[in-house]
C-alpha cells in the first residue's frame, strides 16, 4: 500500500527527486531567487522572444551601462533619489512590461528594482537576473560593448582573463616604484586617504582625460599600471577600457582599497578606518 502512495505522489511531483531536481539546480545557480519569491522572473530565451515588446531598464552604475549593456536599455540607477519617478515616466509612456536587469546571477539589484517598483504601485515589473553577461553571450547582435553594436562573443573578457591581473593587496604594494604608474579610480565620496602617498595619480572613472593621461604616461614610458578602486568591482568594467587603449601591462588590486586595509590593519573596514 505505501509503495502505491509512493507513486502516487512521484506522479503528481510530491515527492520524487526527479521533480525537486529543477528547483534545486535553480537555487544553486541563482542563489537569491529562494530570498525574492514575489518577483516574477523572466529567462534568457523569453526576453529575446519578447524584446520588442518589452522595456527593459539597466539598474547598474552609468559606468556599468556605458561599457556593457543591453541594446537600447534605459538606464536607470536603482537608489537614485528619481528612481522611482523616472519608473514612473515609463510606465505612464506604456503599458509594455517593464524588466529590469543588473550584472547577474549573484546581483540583488534586478529583484529589488522590482520590489521598489511593487511598493509604489508600479505594476507589470520583471526581473532578468541572469544579468547582462549571459545577454551579451546569448544575444551579441542585442548588445552593446563601448557604445558599439552588434558585438562579438569574443569581445567579452572572461573570468579566467580578468583574474590574471588581479595582485594580492601586498604583491600588488611591492610593485609600487619607478616601473610603475599607480592609478587609484575610486569615487570623490569613497576616497579617505592615499594608500601610496606622492606615488599615485586620481581619476575617477568618469574623468576620461585624466584617466587618458595616466593611461599614455604608462604606454609611452614602458611602464606598468597599477589600478585600484575601493572594493574590486569597478575595475572590472575599467579593464574593458584599456583592453580598448591597447594596454598591455595592467594589473588590479584584489578588494581594492578595502583589501588593502584589510591586509595591512587586520580586517579594519574602510568606516572603521576613517574614524
Known sequence: MNRVLGLVLCVFGLTCGVANAQPAKSTAEFPYRSQYIDVTIIETADLNKRFNDVIVVD????????????????????????????????????????????????????????????????????????????????????????????????????????????????????????????????????????????????????????????IDQAIKGNKTLLVYDAAGHQVRWFQYYLENKGVREYFFMKNGAQGYFDATLGKVSLGQHKK
Open 59 to 214: 539598474v547598474r552604475s552609468a559606468y556599468e551601462y556605458q561599457t556593457l549593456r543591453v541594446k537600447d536599455a534605459v538606464n536607470i540607477p536603482l537608489g537614485t533619489r528619481v528612481f522611482l519617478d523616472e519608473i514612473r515616466k515609463l510606465r505612464e509612456g506604456s503599458p509594455k512590461p517593464i524588466v529590469f536587469y543588473c550584472n547577474g546571477k549573484t546581483c540583488r539589484k534586478s529583484y529589488d528594482a522590482v520590489l521598489a517598483a511593487q511598493s509604489a504601485r508600479i505594476p507589470n515589473t520583471l526581473a532578468y537576473d541572469a544579468g547582462v553577461f549571459d545577454w551579451a553571450k546569448a544575444n551579441p547582435d542585442l548588445t552593446a560593448l563601448l557604445g558599439v553594436s552588434p558585438i562579438k562573443p569574443t569581445d567579452l573578457i572572461e573570468d579566467k582573463a580578468f583574474k590574471s591581473r588581479i595582485l594580492d593587496p601586498k604583491d600588488f604594494a611591492s610593485r609600487v616604484g619607478n616601473n610603475t604608474v599607480v592609478l587609484d579610480v575610486r569615487d570623490r565620496a569613497q576616497r579617505d586617504s592615499a594608500l601610496f602617498p606622492f606615488k599615485e595619480q586620481r581619476a575617477q572613472l568618469s574623468e576620461k582625460d585624466q584617466l587618458d593621461a595616466a
